[in-house]
């Protein structure tokens, strides 16, 4: 009985060890010195492993959109809308939702291996006897350089599946141009651009996280590693999404959606 109730309470126990640990990092992102050569190498090799896969995801998001609401406002003879309904839909829910996934898929899976990979050669350990905290010099600028790098996914995907969808409903829906354009400002609005990019700045902070967290309790060698990668990964994907309903709900009772 005792080890049936240890079974099931043990996902309450680790999800109070990644919010502790998610404390520890929020006090460790303002401890000095702070590793700039580190968040920098960290930046530039997230964005060098994710830029080009959000590209191209980026391009049929917002064609999928563009397709079915080009359709679904045609049979309500409102075909003047359907740029401005494709623009709401990539920044306020396609953008940092296609951004959180490669983010947590390509950036989170790297951030994870390298902390596991460290923890199982003992370097943690070595770096906590050497009176080197691994959260202030390893992982808070992983979680930053994963913040910064997010918010700017998040401006190209937008841009990439605005521009995606305008010729996909121009080419395959003889959508008018001039219209597409002309209906931006019918229902989206700035608020709009900004919860998007409050979106994908959480979700970059929610990826390294839990990348980081699952990477530095890594046991088991090679194997426990590869393990902690795909653990973290599944887990990001579940909390992204319920993070992005919690924060639309939110949004949408503060910014009422625009009417004309």
Do not use: H
Request: with cysteine.
């Amino acid at each position: 009985m005792s080890s049936t109730a240890a079974r099931v309470l043990a996902p309450v126990g680790t999800a109070g060890k990644l919010f502790a640990f998610g404390l520890d990092v929020g006090r460790g992102l303002f401890r000095r010195p702070f590793q700039l050569r580190e968040f920098l190498q960290q930046a530039w090799f997230i964005a060098s492993v994710t830029i080009i896969p959000t590209a191209l995801v980026a391009i049929p998001f917002g064609a999928v959109i563009a397709l079915q609401v080009g359709g679904l406002i045609k049979q309500f003879g409102a075909q003047s809308f359907t740029g401005s309904a494709s623009v709401l839909a990539v920044i306020q829910q396609a953008g940092p939702i296609a951004t959180a996934l490669l983010i947590a898929g390509a950036g989170g899976s790297a951030i994870a291996a390298d902390l596991g990979a460290r923890k199982i050669r003992e370097e943690l350990d070595a770096m906590m006897v050497l009176g080197i905290d691994p959260i202030q010099r390893l992982v808070a600028p992983r979680v930053l350089a994963c913040m910064l790098v997010a918010v700017f996914l998040n401006g190209m995907v937008s841009v990439v599946g605005v521009a995606g969808g305008y010729v996909f409903n121009v080419i395959l829906q003889d959508g008018t141009p001039g219209a597409y354009l002309a209906s931006f400002t019918a229902l989206a609005q700035l608020p709009d651009v900004w919860i998007g990019m409050v979106k994908a700045l959480i979700f970059g902070l929610i990826a390294a996280i839990v990348a980081s967290y699952k990477g530095m309790n890594a046991a088991g060698g090679p194997k426990g590693v590869g393990d902690a990668v795909n653990e973290s990964v599944v887990i990001t994907f579940l909390l992204l999404f319920v993070v992005n309903f919690v924060l639309s709900t939110i949004y949408l009772q503060v910014v009422p959606p625009k009417t004309g």
